[in-house]
C-alpha cells in the first residue's frame, strides 16, 4: 500500500473507528444496565463483565479515532504552512513559466563614399617674332582627369538572443540512470478536479474559460527510481510551463498531476507532452473555451 493510497483512505478509517467506538460504547451501556436489573445473579454478573470490557474496548477505541485526527490535522496544518511559505506568491503559475520567445535583429549598416576628382590643366604658350616675318606660335594643351569611387555595403545580422533551449530550464541535473526498454508514462484522461480517490471528475477535454487546474492522469509502467521525465504544457503550439523530475514513484501503476495558474488559463488550443529522458512518450490535446 502506497502513503499517497493510506492517505486517502485515513479519513474513513478515523470516520469508522469512531462509530464502531460509540456502538461498542451503547452496547456496554446495556449490558452494564443488564447487570443491574437482571433476574437472576448470573446473568446480572456476565452481563456486566461484557459491559465492562466493551466500555474499555469503545474507549480505545475512541482514543485511537481522535489520536489519529489530530495527529493528521497537524501533519496537514504543517504541510500547507510549509507550501505557503515555499510559494510566497499565491497567483503565480505552477511549474516553470517560460517567457515569450523574443528575436531582436541587429543591423550593421557600413556604407563607404569616396570621391577622388582630379583635374589638371596644362597650358603652354609659345610666341617668336622677327622683322621680316611674323610667325606667331601659340600652343594650349589643356588636360583635364576626373575620378570618382563610391562604395556602399550594407550588411544585415539577426542575432537571437533567447532559444527554446534556453528559457525551457528543465532542472535538476540531468539523469545518470537511462530508462529501460519499454518504459511508458501515458496521459489517459484530464479534468478540472480530483476526486478522494485520486480519480478524475467530469473527464473533458474541453475546459471553460479562466479555468485555474488542469488535471492529467496518467498509466505508467516499467519505470526505475531516478529516471528523468519532463511534462511541458503548449498553447497554440508555444511552451508556457514546463519541469522535468526525477521518477520516485512504483515501477508500474497510476497517478496524477496537474498544472495551475491563479489567473486562469486564457482560451486556446492546449497540448501536453510527456517524456522520458529525451524521446516523447505522450501526448494529450485540449481546449479552453468560453461555455
Known amino acids: 500500500m502506497t502513503t499517497r493510497l493510506l492517505a486517502s483512505l485515513l479519513p474513513y478509517i478515523i470516520i469508522g473507528l469512531f462509530v464502531l467506538g460509540v456502538l461498542t460504547f451503547l452496547i456496554s451501556l446495556q449490558q452494564l444496565r443488564r447487570g443491574r436489573t437482571g433476574p437472576y445473579w448470573r446473568i446480572r454478573r456476565a452481563a456486566g463483565q461484557r459491559g465492562g470490557q466493551l466500555f474499555l474496548f469503545s474507549i480505545a477505541l475512541l482514543g485511537i479515532a481522535g489520536a489519529l485526527a489530530l495527529f ?71 588636360s583635364a582627369t576626373l575620378t570618382l569611387t563610391s562604395t556602399t555595403t550594407p550588411s544585415t545580422t539577426p542575432t537571437a538572443t533567447a532559444t527554446f533551449e534556453s528559457v525551457l530550464a528543465l532542472t535538476p541535473a540531468a539523469s545518470e540512470r537511462q530508462p529501460r526498454a519499454g518504459a511508458s508514462i501515458e496521459i489517459v484522461a484530464a479534468s478540472a478536479s480530483i476526486s478522494p480517490e485520486q480519480q478524475p471528475v467530469d473527464a473533458t477535454t474541453q475546459f471553460p474559460l479562466g479555468v485555474q487546474r488542469i488535471y492529467l492522469f496518467i498509466d505508467y509502467q516499467r519505470m526505475d ?13 508555444v511552451p508556457i510551463q514546463g519541469q522535468t523530475y526525477l521518477w520516485s514513484l512504483d ?16 482560451e486556446g488550443a492546449y497540448e501536453v507532452r510527456l517524456f522520458i529522458g529525451e524521446a516523447e512518450v505522450s501526448r494529450f490535446a485540449f481546449a479552453v473555451i468560453v461555455l
Not at 527510481?225 to 503550439?237: A, E, M, P, Q, T
Open 251 to 266: 515501477e508500474a501503476g497510476s497517478s496524477s498531476f496537474f498544472f495551475g495558474s491563479g489567473q486562469g488559463y486564457p
Open 225 to 237: 527510481d531516478g529516471v528523468s521525465w519532463s511534462r511541458i504544457l503548449f498553447r497554440d503550439g
Open 72 to 142: 493528521s490535522g497537524l501533519a496537514d496544518l504543517a504541510y500547507r504552512r510549509l507550501t505557503g511559505t515555499l510559494r510566497s506568491d499565491p497567483d503565480a503559475p505552477i511549474g516553470v513559466v517560460l517567457p515569450t520567445l523574443t528575436v531582436t535583429r541587429l543591423y550593421t549598416l557600413a556604407p563607404t563614399a569616396s570621391s577622388t576628382p582630379t583635374v589638371t590643366v596644362t597650358a603652354t604658350p609659345t610666341a617668336t617674332q622677327q622683322t621680316e616675318t611674323p610667325r606667331p606660335s601659340a600652343t594650349a594643351q589643356p
